[in-house]
Every structure is written in C-alpha cells, then in structure tokens.
C-alpha cells in the first residue's frame, strides 16, 4: 500500500493494443492532435489514460481521461471531477515512481 493510503493502480494496456503508441484526436477547434499513451491504469472500479501531445512533452505535462470500453473498442472521456482528476493524477503519479527504490 502506498504512503498516501489509497490502492495501488493497476497497470493496463488496451488503449495500446487497439492503437498502438499514439492516438490522434479531434482538437476543440475541429483539427487533431496526436497524443502518445504515456500509461493506462485502473483505478477502483474505472481506467484512466495518462495521454501526452507534443507540445506538452517539453515539461513532461500530461492529460488524463477515464478509458470507457463500449461495442469493444476503449473510447476516452473527459474527467469532469475534480476529485476524481486528481485521484487519477496521484496514480499516474504513483506508476512513474513506482519503479523507484523506497528506503
């Protein structure tokens, strides 16, 4: 269990398995954009997908969307909570340092 008392994420790689390492997708002004799949992890009962866009990468930014599995394809939502963005953004976290040697 980590130090901040809440589970593990789990990781998970459908989003991978169904587009490879990027996912392009359509930007609010009717363009798109191609996001590399940084992570996707469960949370609870839900998946999340840690997504990053070239002009995030210079300070390693990402976003996060909820991952819904619908006619058997992974489509991603907008997270709307703030509680739960930010559940999400403490396991996306906890994955990068997951590796990490604790004392």
Do not use: C
């Amino acid at each position: 269990m980590s130090s901040s008392g809440h589970d593990a994420p789990l990781k998970r790689n459908s989003l991978k398995e169904a587009f490879g390492k990027e996912i392009e997708l359509e930007a609010e002004d009717g363009g798109s954009l191609v996001y590399e799949i940084k992570a996707e992890f469960q949370l609870g009962g839900r998946v999340y997908a840690a997504l990053q866009s070239e002009r995030m990468r210079p300070e390693d930014e990402v976003e996060l969307f909820r991952v819904l599995h619908a006619d058997g394809e992974p489509q991603l939502e907008t997270i709307e909570d703030d509680e739960e963005w930010e559940a999400a953004s403490e396991a996306y976290d906890d994955l990068l340092f997951a590796d990490d040697e604790r004392p």
